[in-house]
């Protein structure tokens, strides 16, 4: 049980070294080595076997943190939080009867109110004539009314390609296949460390994936989203 116990807390970790790592499977494999005694004591009550889904699938947390990294980014929080905006919330507000069609009519007015917010936001906002800052590589951008949309997918592989040598490196937009990011030049917090950043909007692997950066970045290596780092 220790053994199991200390897995768990181990797997939990926001880093892992691969002397950590070591040790998961260490105490996993102690747990394997001695579970026989569970079953002398017959705390398995009736059953004679250990075919357990959520303890095969302990074998390939090790193998899974070496290839992606850490297990707390795959956290269910965020499912666990919509289940209670989409599922328990509009259940409460109705009468306990017919639960699927009034989930789904709750969920379908809720949609119009945001809709509706957002159109009254960009049309106050139109009526301003407030725009977007600009810089000289923005590239192509599609107008929608008196804004600007812009591409951010295009604009982050013009910069990969180099049509703008002179803007400033590193650059502050870029993307992956199905995501595209663009960074603000002039933040509005600029007198924090990056223990506070990390602490402020809880982000426990702000510090690794910032060492990550600067270390490509110093030998003018390519930034990936994702996977494993360098840095620990």
């Not at 950043?197 to 989203?225: C, Q, S, V, W």
Request: proline fraction near 5%; aromatic fraction near 8%.
């Amino acid at each position: 049980i220790r053994a199991l116990t200390d897995f768990r807390y181990r797997s939990q970790a926001p880093k892992l070294t691969d002397a950590d790592i070591a040790k998961l499977t260490a105490s996993l494999q102690e747990f394997h080595d001695n579970k026989a005694a569970l079953m002398e004591a017959g705390a398995r009550g009736s059953m004679d076997h250990w075919r357990i889904p959520k303890l095969e699938i302990m074998l390939s947390v090790a193998p899974s943190i070496r290839s992606m990294g850490a297990l707390g980014q795959w956290s269910a929080d965020v499912t666990e939080h919509a289940h209670i905006d989409v599922i328990k919330d509009p259940a409460r507000s109705g009468n306990n009867q017919n639960f699927d069609g009034q989930i789904c009519r709750y969920l379908d007015r809720q949609e119009k109110c945001q809709l509706f917010m957002q159109a009254t936001t960009a049309r106050y906002l139109d009526l301003r004539g407030d725009s977007d800052d600009s810089d000289p590589s923005d590239g192509e951008e599609n107008t929608l009314g008196s804004r600007q949309v812009t591409d951010y997918f295009k604009r982050a592989h013009a910069l990969s390609a180099g049509d703008f040598p002179t803007a400033p490196h590193p650059y502050r937009t870029f993307a992956s296949s199905t995501t595209t990011f663009h960074l603000a030049s002039r933040p509005k917090m600029t007198n924090i460390d990056v223990d506070r950043a990390a602490e402020l909007y809880g982000l426990p692997d702000f510090k690794p994936a910032m060492a990550d950066y600067l270390a490509r970045h110093h030998h003018n290596l390519t930034h990936t989203i994702g996977g494993r780092r360098c840095s620990g």
